[in-house]
C-alpha cells in the first residue's frame, strides 16, 4: 500500500494474485477504483510506490522472486524494469527517480528511472567470510540521497 504524498487523496493497493489499483480516497465507499491493472500475473504484490509528480498515475510494483514493473495507470501498461527469480526486496526514492532492488545473492542493483542506467553492489568477502547476508529489507532517506539496507546476519 502507498500513498500520494503532495494530496494525500489517492491510495495505490496491491493484491496477492497481482492486481494494483489506485483509489480515489475522497470518493464515496464501495465506489470502483480510479484504475486497475494486473500488474504480475499470479504474484503477489510484495512492494507498491507512487512515483512523484504524475499525480498517482505512475506506480513501481514489485513482486518477489518475479520483477519490478513501472505501471502506467492511465493506459494499463507496465514497462519490466528488472527480472530476477533472487529479489528479495525493493524500495523507490519519493524524490528522485531511483529504484533499488536486493537480492538473495547478497547484492544491489540501482536503476536510474531516467537514463535506464543500472549500479550493481556486491558482497565482499575477506579472511571473516561475506559481511553481507541476504538483503530483507531497505529504504530510501526521504529527501537525501542515503539507502539503509537490512540484511541477515549468519
Known amino acids: 500500500m502507498c500513498a500520494e504524498t503532495e494530496s494525500g487523496t489517492l491510495v495505490g493497493l496491491g493484491f496477492a494474485d497481482g492486481l494494483v489499483q489506485l483509489v480515489d480516497r475522497r ?3 464501495g465506489a470502483a477504483p480510479a ?3 494486473l500488474a504480475h500475473a499470479n504474484s503477489a504484490v ?3 510506490s507512487m512515483r512523484q509528480g504524475s499525480g498517482g498515475e505512475a506506480l513501481l510494483a514489485t513482486a518477489a522472486s518475479t520483477s519490478v514493473k513501472m505501471c502506467d ?3 494499463s501498461f507496465a514497462d519490466e524494469i528488472h527480472r530476477s527469480p533472487n529479489i528479495s526486496a525493493a524500495a523507490a526514492h519519493l524524490s528522485q527517480d531511483v529504484v533499488v532492488v536486493g537480492s538473495r545473492r547478497q547484492n544491489l542493483k540501482l536503476f ?3 537514463a535506464r ?3 550493481t553492489i556486491k558482497a565482499h568477502s575477506d579472511f571473516w567470510g561475506s559481511r553481507m547476508g541476504v538483503v530483507n529489507c ?3 532517506h526521504p529527501s537525501q540521497p542515503l539507502l539503509a539496507v537490512g540484511s ?3
Open 73 to 75: 495507470m492511465r493506459s
Open 117 to 119: 542506467k543500472r549500479i
Open 46 to 48: 510484495t512492494h507498491l
Open 27 to 29: 470518493a464515496r465507499a
Open 35 to 37: 484504475a486497475s491493472m
Open 112 to 114: 536510474n528511472l531516467n
Open 152 to 154: 541477515t546476519n549468519d
Open 138 to 140: 531497505l529504504h530510501f
